[in-house]
């Protein structure tokens, strides 16, 4: 079992930036892919960002690359995503996502976190 709680929401303008940070209790959490999700009002939730455990390699979502860095410290049982140049599009609520397979994270399957509102303003 895996439970997770995300931190560093908030409001920021068009261009700014934010660090979201997501921890992780269990025993299992240094071999779990991990990953971000947002939701937008009215939209389905969708894929953010995913790392893997082994490498550490991640995958992004067109939208955010080259914007958003998923990173991960294990010894913190943490996973953060920095989001920089920040859009009132990525305006959502943002899920941290755990799974012991890096495909089921980005299928969207797996332990969830209750989420952390994102505001951009323009």
């Known amino acids: 079992q895996v439970q997770l709680v995300e931190s560093g929401g908030g409001m920021v303008h068009a261009g700014g930036s934010l660090r979201l940070s997501c921890a992780a209790s269990?025993?299992?959490?240094?071999?779990?892919?991990m990953g971000w999700f947002r939701q937008a009002p009215g939209k389905e939730r969708e894929f953010v960002a995913a790392?893997?455990?082994?490498?550490?390699?991640?995958n992004y979502a067109d939208s955010v690359k080259s914007r958003f860095t998923i990173s991960r410290d294990n010894a913190k049982r943490t996973v953060y995503l920095q989001m920089n140049s920040l859009k009132p599009e990525d305006t959502a609520v943002y899920y941290c996502?755990?799974?012991?397979?890096?495909?089921?994270?980005?299928?969207?399957?797996?332990?969830w976190g209750q989420g952390t509102q994102v505001t951009v303003s323009s």
């Open positions: 790392i893997r455990w082994s490498d550490r390699t991640a």
């Open positions: 996502a755990a799974g012991p397979y890096f495909s089921m994270v980005l299928e969207g399957r797996g332990y």
């Open positions: 269990g025993s299992t959490f240094s071999s779990y892919a």
